[in-house]
């Protein structure tokens, strides 16, 4: 088992930046892709961003492309997603997801918790 933990959310004006940090535990998360997935009141989850195991490959939704940028740091078993120039459609719960060996666009085998994103106009 992995275990996610999100943390970094928060409340901010559009044309602001916030950094999400995740945090995995558990197993070894060794050979594991990350990313990152949001979901919008009354929508579907969507994936925004994730980063491979080893090349550390990334892959962006076109939606944030040139806005957020995901990074790992596999010695501290982190992923963070940094945001900027923000929109209020940017508003949504974004959660942490671990596949292991993944590239491209997949579905987490473990989610995290979520953490609440809000953009004001």
């Known amino acids: 088992q992995v275990q996610l933990v999100e943390s970094g959310g928060g409340l901010v004006q559009a044309g602001g930046s916030l950094r999400l940090s995740c945090v995995a535990s558990?197993?070894?998360?060794?050979?594991?892709?990350m990313g990152w997935f949001r979901q919008a009141p009354g929508k579907e989850r969507e994936v925004v961003a994730t980063i491979s195991w080893g090349v550390l490959s990334t892959s962006y939704a076109d939606s944030v492309k040139g806005r957020f940028t995901i990074a790992r740091d596999n010695a501290k078993n982190t992923v963070y997603l940094q945001m900027n120039s923000l929109k209020p459609e940017d508003t949504a719960v974004y959660y942490c997801?671990?596949?292991?060996?993944?590239?491209?666009?997949?579905?987490?085998?473990?989610w995290g918790q979520g953490t609440q994103v809000t953009v004001s106009s």
């Open positions: 558990g197993r070894t998360v060794s050979g594991y892709a």
């Open positions: 997801g671990a596949k292991m060996f993944a590239t491209g666009w997949w579905t987490p085998d473990y």
